[in-house]
């Protein structure tokens, strides 16, 4: 099991920036990829960006290109999402999620991955 814990999110203005971390525990060593994804009210879930564990290879959704950057700290275990150059349209609740292998369910989609954070809320004030 792994278990993933979220901080971070808050209330911005359009412009601003915040970063989330994504805190594991558990069986980190089983995790191969780290997702983020985000679901807005009335919306489906939506994948925002993941990035690999072992060689830090990221890869994002057009909408957040240059605006979004993920990392990692291995030995911290800890994922982070910065967001810069917030829109309102970036509102919505965010949510890390590790993906075990690199097979199988693409790695875009939500059901490719095994373990979920709670989430955390970002509100981008217009």
């Known amino acids: 099991q792994v278990q993933l814990v979220e901080s971070g999110g808050g209330l911005v203005q359009a412009g601003g920036s915040l970063r989330l971390s994504c805190a594991a525990s558990?069986?980190?060593?089983?995790?191969?990829?780290m997702g983020w994804f985000r679901q807005a009210p009335g919306k489906e879930r939506e994948f925002v960006g993941y990035?690999?564990?072992?060689?830090?290879?990221?890869y994002y959704v057009d909408s957040v290109k240059g605006r979004f950057t993920i990392s990692r700290d291995n030995a911290k275990n800890t994922v982070y999402l910065q967001m810069n150059s917030l829109k309102p349209e970036d509102t919505a609740v965010y949510c890390c999620?590790?993906?075990?292998?690199?097979?199988?369910?693409?790695?875009?989609?939500?059901?490719?991955?095994?373990?979920w954070g709670q989430g955390t809320q970002v509100t981008v004030s217009s």
């Open positions: 990035i690999r564990w072992s060689d830090g290879s990221t």
């Open positions: 558990g069986r980190t060593f089983s995790s191969y990829v």
């Open positions: 999620a590790a993906r075990s292998s690199p097979y199988g369910i693409s790695w875009l989609s939500p059901r490719g991955y095994d373990y």
